[in-house]
């Protein structure tokens, strides 16, 4: 627990709160510490005590679950057993997450990765495209003249 931690909890609260990180229940909590269950339960939903709950969560998850990731990536790129799209995948988010991506044309660049900007360009470039295949065909207009196959070997000689 942080020095900011330490002085918004009392003792008792802060006893609660460590044995909540640890995934006891408010039962559990009020029969170890000798606490009412119902003192143990109001302190848990206040706001004070879900804000930390929550922000031990967030550490936990950004420095152990970042680590479970990017070993899952790791293994799911290096297992040759693994469907080539699985593979491809990890490969890039791996590459991407350390920065070592290099995008060699950005019309090839997914939308799910482009910034707001990049997303905005390629949106007028494609609105562009898009209005230049609009444009109406020329029609040559003549009469129909019909050929037979005799005339056109005449004309080949």
């Not at 057993?81 to 988010?93: G, P, T």
């Not at 495209?129 to 003249?145: C, D, H, L, Q, S």
């Amino acid at each position: 627990m942080s020095e900011l931690t330490k002085r918004a909890f009392t003792d008792n609260q802060r006893k609660i709160l460590r044995l909540a990180e640890r995934g006891k229940t408010a039962r559990y909590i009020s029969k170890k510490l000798t606490t009412k269950y119902n003192d143990v339960c109001s302190f848990l939903k206040s706001a004070e005590a879900f804000a930390y709950l929550r922000g031990e969560a967030l550490t936990n998850l950004g420095g152990q679950g970042a680590a479970v990731a990017i070993k899952t990536l790791i293994e799911v790129a290096s297992n040759k057993k693994a469907a080539s799209q699985a593979r491809v995948s990890a490969a890039d988010k791996l590459l991407h997450y350390t920065g070592l991506k290099i995008d060699i044309d950005p019309r090839d660049k997914s939308p799910s990765t482009m910034t707001a900007d990049e997303l905005y360009k390629r949106l007028q470039l494609l609105q562009k495209e898009a209005a230049n295949r609009a444009k109406p065909i020329n029609i040559i207009e003549g009469e129909k003249v019909e050929i037979e196959d005799t005339d056109f070997a005449d004309l080949m000689k």
